[in-house]
């Protein structure tokens, strides 16, 4: 644990406040997944639970979809991240950002839009069909439903979360290594081997890990794609069982599978490339071959028309055609608004009250010695939660310990917390790493006070990675369904509720409205990320 | 003696500069000689070593290579030239044995560990094979980079600043163990520095660059005693320019010609500290001390001559003369010294009367 051996001094060791906001952040994370896990243990396989053959089968779903989705993710990321940063060429930065935006798509909105194109009798057969160019049901569009399609749309929509870090990491590596290698001899293949992918491997294995557990989790794409998996078996359940024990014994597998993950995953990830010295990039002018610039921008436009111009294009269509049924299902818009200003409220107040708060573990990380990493370690366990798992921890202690808290927004609002901690804490604790100790000897030799210090010195230096943080969580709960269909009191409907309820029953024309609405909800905290990867870009090249 | 490296009117000029980084650049690199590129930054000095490396192409000229013209056919990795960059380039997931092997990749693999563990013997590194690059000092790492470089055996290494990132006290004794290698693996080195004391110290030639052009190529004592140029005069350091008229009256004394000197309005001659002596107690003064550095054996004065121009001198360490005294300053040298008309180096001239040293 690198965190531990920090040298801690009188000056940087945490006040007793900031102690105990730590220890809170810990306890939330830890109560609901250790009740998740003693109802799991404790429920007795009986008749009313699903038959063995049917559990495996989910089992195998859900591992296949989400080894598989971190595969592709993976590919899709590191591909885009190597075409974008190694590939001389023009447009980099264009790319840069467009490559980021699938962060604000919430996979349910992906499936529903690129499914009526690419479904079976989608617009795509039709039109093939229409052209005689093939019969119905000849060619393999029935794929789309179940495990392939699943996987290769939710990887469209995760990429980013392998492309940031793969990207940031072959930026922050000295382009003159690469050049090193190519001085001593070595044809590119090995280059490449020894070189290149050694540097973004750390990077690029976290971020799939994230994928992983973010895929167990994964309700609403899945059970639009009739994929089976345990995510949506706890879904179903949970509608119709009264106790519940059956949902706890159901998402035994995916607290295993991401704490046996987390576990591997620090051994593995702990590795990470150490780089010193100033980073020396290639001058921008140098331009690849004109047919290896052809090659990528061609595939970073395919991936982006199936991301983002296909969803946006259908979306827009729906708006403008309503369905027949329009009238029946249309909600008054009024209703509409009315879910779009309580979700942006909602979302923006629990994103900044998130950040406030872990400003708490993201300090005694690294200052508060060994208790510190691990009370701040625990306070990250949501992150290796999926998020179904979490909502229905939420939903036990609600029902064993604070039954008339049930009904109200405040169970809704503690899982969004526990969902958005841990990346909080990463994000302010990746901003506050570089500010140097001596910046805090100078000002406390001063005379500063150590609560001076920290909001005149370190809070202004580390305000852009804490506000990308806000941002990035902001992203995640705006999309948020799992929990929310849960824990949400009667009549509370965010926009996203207002996308999947019809969306679920098929009416995907009157989902269309709250969808764009959402997204474009999305542009604010997705362009804070987006300055903040580009000032921190700038700093490289100067 | 054939060249091993040699460079032809080589110019480049990419697309975003405004004009080109090197201007029409010739030079030659013989074996087992260690040249030094100098200049101030932005002068073109790394530019230049990257498209020896095959790193940069040029847009003009030709670089030869081992008598081979080495354009777009001859990528970096089949120069078969050593570099050492800036940063050292160590790659951070591997050992230091791991790193130099690395650069063995063309040696047969029964002899690759012997010779990576000479290299590495061969600057002091014995007993480190198996540590990481951020576990060694900076001193340590460049010698790793210098091991890798050398591993191959090339004919010539390049090396870009390869003690910017030193401390100064451990940057002399560094400079001194290069040398050292160098000269026992036979190896040629292009050294890239901004620092002319290094360069001096180094070098067998020295290439002064300046805004992409060559401005003077020789030996260190070629540069320090006959600038071509006042730039060179200027860089190489510690250079006042005194004004000469047309009766060859200077502040400082009268001079005569050596040989012909162009007559030009604006004619200068170069001064150093030591070619100047000084008179403390003088009925004829002729400068103000205006500012004085104490450099331990003696002290370093600015002075502000009648006619308002400022020169440099010292005294040994036992004279102190206080800032605003008025003093004599006179000719010392009894060498030739160079004659500048404008920017250009049109002659020498020697001092009619020296010897007033106090």
């Not at chain 1, 035994?252 to 010295?277: M, Y």
């Not at chain 1, 027949?324 to 909600?331: D, G, I, K």
């Not at chain 2, 004919?155 to 030193?166: H, K, Q, T, W, Y």
């Not at chain 2, 010292?314 to 008025?326: A, L, M, S, V, W």
Request: proline share 7%.
């Amino acid at each position: 644990m690198r965190a531990a051996s920090v040298r801690t001094t009188p000056y940087h060791a945490p006040r007793r406040a900031v102690w105990l906001l730590t220890l809170l952040i810990a306890g939330l994370a830890a109560t609901p997944i250790v009740l998740v896990l003693v109802r799991g243990l404790l429920t007795p396989y009986t008749q009313e639970l699903p038959p063995w053959p049917f559990l495996l089968r989910l089992l195998q779903n859900t591992s296949l979809f989400a080894l598989g989705t971190a595969g592709i993710t993976g590919i899709i990321g590191i591909g885009q991240a190597l075409l974008i940063e190694q590939v001389p060429m023009r447009w980099r930065r264009l790319w840069r950002v467009v490559a980021v935006l699938p962060l604000a798509m919430p996979p349910y909105v992906l499936a529903m839009t690129v499914g009526s194109v690419a479904r079976p009798r989608g617009s795509l057969e039709r039109w093939l069909v229409e052209q005689h160019w093939t019969e119905w049901g000849t060619l393999p569009f029935g794929m789309f439903y179940g495990l392939a399609g699943s996987i290769v749309l939710l990887a469209l929509c995760l990429s980013p979360y392998v492309f940031l870090p793969v990207s940031a990491a072959l930026r922050q590596t000295s382009g003159h290594l690469d050049e090193q290698a190519r001085l001593c001899g070595v044809p590119w293949y090995t280059r490449w081997w020894h070189v290149t992918v050694p540097m973004l491997t750390p990077s690029a294995f976290g971020g799939m890990v994230l994928v992983f557990i973010y895929a167990l989790g994964e309700y609403g794409l899945p059970s639009l794609l009739r994929l089976p998996t345990l995510s949506t078996a706890i879904f179903s359940r949970y509608i119709g069982d009264i106790d519940q024990s059956g949902t706890a014994l159901l998402s035994l597998p995916l607290v295993c599978a991401a704490l046996g993950l987390l576990h591997w995953s620090n051994r593995l990830g702990g590795q990470a490339p150490l780089h010193h010295g100033p980073t020396w990039r290639p001058r921008p002018e140098r331009e690849g071959s004109r047919r290896m610039q052809f090659l990528a921008h061609a595939t970073l436009l395919g991936l982006s028309v199936c991301a983002l111009l296909v969803p946006l294009g259908v979306l827009g269509a729906w708006v403008l055609q309503p369905a027949p049924y329009a009238a029946a299902t249309q909600v008054h818009w009024l209703v509409l608004a009315s879910g779009a200003v309580r979700t942006f409220l909602v979302v923006g107040a629990v994103a900044s009250l998130t950040t406030m708060i872990a400003l708490a573990p993201a300090l005694v990380l690294r200052t508060g010695g060994f208790w510190g990493a691990v009370l701040a370690r625990i306070g990250q366990a949501g992150s290796a939660m999926p998020g179904i798992v979490v909502a229905l921890g939420v939903v036990f202690v609600v029902s064993d310990w604070v039954p008339w808290l049930r009904g109200s927004l405040l169970p809704l609002i503690l899982a969004y917390i526990i969902r958005s901690a841990p990346q909080t804490i990463q994000s302010s604790d990746a901003a506050f790493m570089p500010i140097p100790h001596v910046y805090r000897e100078a000002a406390r030799g001063m005379g500063a006070s150590s609560a001076r210090v920290f909001w005149r010195i370190m809070m202004p230096l580390a305000r852009p990675g804490v506000l990308a943080g806000w941002a990035l969580i902001a992203l995640g709960l705006l999309k948020e369904l799992p929990a929310t269909l849960l824990l949400r009191p009667v009549g509370f409907d965010t926009l996203a509720v207002h996308i999947w309820m019809p969306a679920s029953e098929g009416m995907y024309h009157a989902a269309a409205l709250p969808a764009l609405l959402l997204l474009l909800g999305a542009v604010l905290p997705l362009s804070q990320i987006l300055v903040h990867d580009m000032r921190r870009d700038r700093r490289v090249e100067e | 003696m054939e060249p091993i490296i040699r460079l032809h009117q080589v110019t480049y000029h990419p697309r975003t500069a405004t004009q080109p980084i090197v201007k029409s650049l010739s030079l030659e690199l013989y074996p087992a000689e260690v040249l030094v590129l100098l200049g101030p930054s932005g002068s073109g000095k790394t530019t230049t070593l990257r498209l020896i490396a095959g790193l940069e192409l040029p847009d003009d000229g030709l670089i030869t290579i081992r008598g081979v013209p080495a354009g777009r056919t001859m990528p970096p990795e089949a120069r078969r030239v050593g570099m050492v960059f800036q940063d050292y380039a160590l790659f951070p997931h591997m050992t230091v044995l791991e790193n130099v092997r690395f650069a063995l990749h063309a040696t047969p693999k029964p002899q690759q560990l012997d010779q990576a563990m000479h290299a590495i013997a061969q600057v002091g590194l014995a007993g480190l094979e198996q540590r990481m690059p951020h576990q060694l000092s900076g001193g340590q790492q460049q010698r790793v980079a210098i091991a890798r470089a050398l591993a191959p055996q090339p004919s010539v290494i390049l090396l870009d600043e390869p003690f910017s990132n030193l401390d100064t006290a451990i940057r002399d004794r560094v400079r001194t163990e290069l040398r050292t290698i160098l000269r026992a693996a036979n190896t040629a080195a292009i050294i890239v520095t901004h620092d002319q004391t290094e360069a001096l110290a180094i070098a067998d030639r020295v290439a002064l660059l300046h805004d992409g052009i060559l401005h003077q190529i020789g030996t260190p004592e070629d540069l320090f005693g006959e600038p071509r140029t006042r730039f060179a005069a200027q860089f190489m350091g510690s250079a006042d320019f005194v004004s000469v008229n047309a009766q060859f009256h200077t502040p400082l004394g009268t001079v005569t010609p050596v040989g012909t000197v162009a007559m030009a309005a604006n004619l200068s001659v170069l001064v150093r500290y030591d070619d100047i002596a000084v008179t403390v107690d003088t009925t004829q003064p002729n400068a103000e001390v205006i500012e004085r550095l104490f450099e331990g054996p003696h002290y370093h004065y600015t002075c502000r001559l009648d006619n308002g121009e400022c020169v440099h001198c010292r005294t040994p360490h036992e004279t102190k003369i206080p800032i605003g005294q008025r003093i004599g300053l006179s000719f010392a040298a009894t060498h030739p010294m160079v004659c500048f008309a404008a920017e250009v180096a049109c002659g020498h001239v020697t001092a009619v009367d020296t010897g007033r040293r106090s």
